[in-house]
């Protein structure tokens, strides 16, 4: 059951444009998201998380969106440059979990290639 | 200075053995995890420690332990390996009250 879905498994962009990479989840009780950039042969790499009391997070070049009653999140990149060519995870989780730790819930991925 | 390292990188080895991957941050951070990226590229949770205590244990093969002999230390203990346990296994910590996990670069552990 995957409650965090990242149904593009890969995105080619030109360098110069926008590069939108899109996460859905099904699980209500999320209410912080994150995404995460990873290379090969490295580890995930946190890059911008929103809370769910906020609709958009803006760091640089990198902005996500958060649509609460479509259950859905985006990633905007703009502009995307030859060295964003990598892995973008979604990942979620709940703060009612109780527990002193956050257990991330990831998508499958979406490769971003971004093309100079 | 790397924040999670994670040694070995690579772990190739046969059925039935025991093995170990270690795990270090240095990081000052109160919560380690272990997830695992198995062969369809889902990253999963394993296990997480909290000051030493182990507080989500997922359902995970007994096989696999956790242990953390402080707070900046979690190794993966693994007995008895089979095929199926071939995937690439990462480390993370995160501060208690920070969501944002560091990540290690993982170890491709091959059982053959």
């Known amino acids: 059951d995957q409650q965090v879905k990242q149904n593009s498994p890969s995105l080619s962009v030109q360098e110069g444009r926008i590069s939108i990479l899109n996460c859905d989840y099904t699980n209500s009780m999320f209410d912080y998201f994150l995404w995460y950039k990873k290379y090969p042969a490295e580890g995930p790499t946190f890059l911008i998380s929103?809370?769910?009391?906020?609709d958009k997070n803006e760091d640089g070049r990198f902005t996500v969106f958060l649509n609460k009653s479509a259950k859905h999140l985006s990633l905007h990149i703009v502009p995307s440059q030859p060295g964003d060519s990598a892995v973008y995870f979604c990942?979620?989780?709940?703060?009612?979990?109780?527990?002193?730790?956050?257990?991330?819930?990831f998508g499958k991925g979406t490769k971003l290639s971004v093309i100079p | 200075d790397t924040a999670v390292s994670q040694t070995p990188k690579y772990l190739v080895t046969q059925m039935g053995n025991d093995k170990s991957i270690k795990c270090e941050q240095n990081l000052g951070h109160d919560t380690m995890y272990w997830y695992k990226q198995d062969s369809k590229k889902f990253l999963k949770i394993m296990f997480s420690y909290n000051n030493k205590e182990l507080i989500i244990n997922e359902t995970v093969p007994n096989r696999f332990s956790p242990k953390s002999p402080d707070k900046a230390h979690l190794n993966l203990h693994i007995n008895s390996l089979e095929l199926g346990d071939s995937a690439v296994y990462f480390c993370a910590s995160s501060r208690q009250s920070n969501t944002e996990a560091f990540f290690g670069q993982g170890t491709r552990l091959t059982v053959v």
């Open positions: 990942a979620a989780y709940t703060t009612y979990s109780g527990a002193g730790s956050y257990q991330l819930t």
């Open positions: 929103i809370s769910s009391i906020k």
